[in-house]
């Protein structure tokens, strides 16, 4: 029998690159994930309140500090995702991959996650219409005038960024080694829920009653904290951190929906509102499992299962 090559004997000995990238993720202890993800919550909504001011979260230069030390918050918290995951998994995949930071199916990851929302607010969208025009998107006035208002900014693009970066970017690839994703899903979106109750404190500040404060706090948890699942699923299924960073502000932007100005539409339009909000939630739930289906993504990091 002849001698096998080189060539061959390597082929044999080594896996090839789609086998590498489909192997299930190395494991880390679930108090080091868990304890991560808890001091990088603390270190985000202790960034916001590390300045002294007597203005309110509104005022500009309230808005501007909180910019600079969010991005501080940035900067950190990638070293938590390098320091703590398996040696394994960072000698064998790209440090930007766990990011959410890659090219193959980039393009993907911005459109069809969006699309998939915009249809999920099918019935807002439309009665939205109805109070303003839709051809203001398309002014440069609009535009000009929205990126020279930091709370646009702020609301539009530094919340969703810094958000989606610390508690999906980072947060998601160490609970990921210790959780199924679909586990992980459920899991980091508390710690997202949990950093959005500093804003009862804010209210109490601004006078507002403790029960008061404590009603809007625990709703705010609620629908935060339902949003960070469905961001987290985007993160995990997609594998890119553009998915929710879009979803995120575009969300922002629509709110929750006005169900008193639904019922304040004519008849007809309250028909056909109402409708869409049907339309759009049912077609959401029969979408979302096709249209985040990872191979469209060309994903095989984070949901192996």
Known sequence: ??????????????????????????????????????????????????WSTKHNRDHPSTI???????SVVMLIAPIFVYFF??????????????????????????????????LLFLGPIFVNMQNESIRSYFDLDYWRGS??????????????????????????????????????????????????????????????????????????FIYTTLFGFYSAFLFARTGHVVAPFLVHAFCNHMGLPDLQDLWQQDLWRRVIAIVLYIVGFVGWIFLLPLATDPTIYRNTLYWNV
């Open 64 to 70: 501007k500090r909180r910019f600079a030390s969010v």
């Open 85 to 118: 995951s398996s040696p394994e998994l960072l000698h064998r995949e790209p440090f930007a991959k766990l990011l959410g930071f890659r090219i193959e199916g980039l393009w993907q990851a911005t459109l069809i996650p969006y699309a998939l929302t915009v």
């Open 147 to 220: 990126l020279n208002s930091i709370i646009w900014v702020r609301n539009h693009i530094m919340a969703p960024l810094t958000e989606e970066f610390v508690f999906r970017a980072c947060m998601m690839p160490l609970i990921l080694q210790s959780f199924s994703p679909v586990a992980a899903v459920f899991i980091t979106p508390l710690f997202f829920g949990v950093a959005h109750l500093h804003h009862i404190a804010e209210r109490l500040s601004l006078g507002v009653e403790l029960s008061t404060a404590l009603l809007i706090g625990l709703f705010q």
């Open 1 to 50: 029998m002849s001698n096998m090559s080189e060539k061959e004997a390597a082929a044999i000995m080594s896996p090839s690159m789609e086998q590498t990238q489909s192997l299930p993720l190395p494991q880390i202890p679930i108090t080091t994930s868990v304890s991560c993800c808890f001091v990088l919550a603390v270190l985000y909504v202790g960034s916001l309140y590390i």
